[in-house]
């Protein structure tokens, strides 16, 4: 009964910290150097468009729901298109002059609750760590909090770069957009995150995130390799399982080939993943673990070094208790460090 309050209380904390007003607080708008003031020159190239990727929502507890469905979520901001002038954002045709700042993740999360839940959330739903300083754009809304807009960012009108990424907030999803054109891959991309495909392109989500989906976590077309699905079903054929999705990373020339088998049991709703290496003699085996009888129903992320890091399953804190983790070898051997 005492976990199941604590779960309520979080969720009733969590719901009013966005867009609230603080007594005891200096909103940082206010707090803003002169320095960032005045920074107002090349913010983000002029005519640059971001598009919708994906929506995550970091659920603390059994009790924690969204207000709003993952689906619904994305379908709001994929009808959302963000873009550029010298010194405005514009969503779709709705515009506001920003400024671009620096300042400490302490002072932009000044509650402790709130800056470890999206320092969870941007670590898990999308492999982003929050350093000391984050690059964040203010958008100046002049005092109006009116607009349905003001709702899509973090408070006070603010969202967050990294990289190629811009991050709105919207009832505690982190909402990502990228600048970098989506296309359609025959091969997954490095590093690949075992947790981040299921969450976002297994089962149903795969339609919700199509686009998303095609370019980074795509289903290899066995066309290509004629035979490799029998060669890939004798692997596993002792382990009762049926291959549901093959897909092929993209590991570059003259590394070993790595297909992720994803296999479902054949009475179970929920599947198992394996990791296959095609070695310099074109021989496939299976990555496997003596030491863990249950290595293959855990998630995994393979870096661009080909080094894979197992993690242990955790619903609520998914990959931050690392199992065991190996390096894949030029020859396809591998060893577990």
């Known amino acids: 009964m005492k976990l199941t309050a604590l779960f309520i209380t979080l969720t009733i904390v969590f719901s009013g910290c966005h867009n609230s007003n603080d007594d005891n607080q200096t909103s940082f708008n206010e707090s803003k150097s002169e320095e960032s003031k005045n920074n107002k020159k090349d913010i983000i190239p002029k005519g640059q468009i971001y598009t919708f ?3 995550y929502f970091q659920s603390t507890g059994d009790t924690d729901f969204p207000e709003f469905s993952e689906q619904a979520v994305s379908k709001k901001f994929k009808n959302i298109t963000i873009r550029f002038s010298s010194d405005s954002i514009y969503l779709n045709d709705f515009g506001l002059p920003i400024e671009r700042e620096e300042p400490k993740i302490s002072f932009f999360f000044r509650r402790k609750y709130e800056y470890n839940y999206y ?13 000391d300083k984050i690059q964040v754009l203010f958008a100046d809304f002049h005092g109006d909090q009116s607009s349905e807009y003001w709702n899509y960012f973090f408070e006070g009108g603010y969202a967050i770069i990294k990289g190629q990424s811009l991050y709105l907030n919207f009832k505690r999803y ?4 990228s600048s970098e054109p989506l296309k359609k891959n025959e091969l997954c991309k490095l590093p690949f995150d075992m947790w981040q495909n299921s969450r976002f392109c297994d089962y149903d989500n795969r339609e919700t995130n199509g686009s998303f989906c095609d370019c980074n976590f795509p289903v290899y077309l066995l066309s290509k390799e004629p035979g490799l699905k029998s060669s890939l079903e004798k692997l596993i054929q ?6 549901k999705t093959i897909h092929k990373l993209n590991t570059g020339k003259g590394n070993p080939e790595i297909y992720i088998i ?3 049991p054949i009475e179970e709703s929920s599947g198992d993943y394996f990791i296959v290496i095609r070695d310099m003699k074109n021989k496939l085996h299976i990555l496997e673990d003596p030491e863990d009888e249950f ?3 855990k998630d995994f992320i393979i870096s661009t070094e080909l080094k894979i890091t197992f993690y242990e399953n955790a619903e609520y804190s998914p990959k931050s208790q690392v199992k ?10 591998y060893q577990k460090l």
């Open 174 to 177: 982190v909402v990502q957009y």
């Open 53 to 55: 990727r994906t929506a």
């Open 324 to 333: 065991s983790e190996f390096q894949i070898q030029p020859d396809g051997s």
């Open 238 to 243: 002792d382990k009762d399982r049926t291959i």
């Open 295 to 297: 290595l293959h129903s």
């Open 119 to 131: 320092k969870s959330a941007f670590r898990i739903g999308y492999n982003e760590e929050l350093g």
């Open 262 to 264: 994803i296999a479902q």
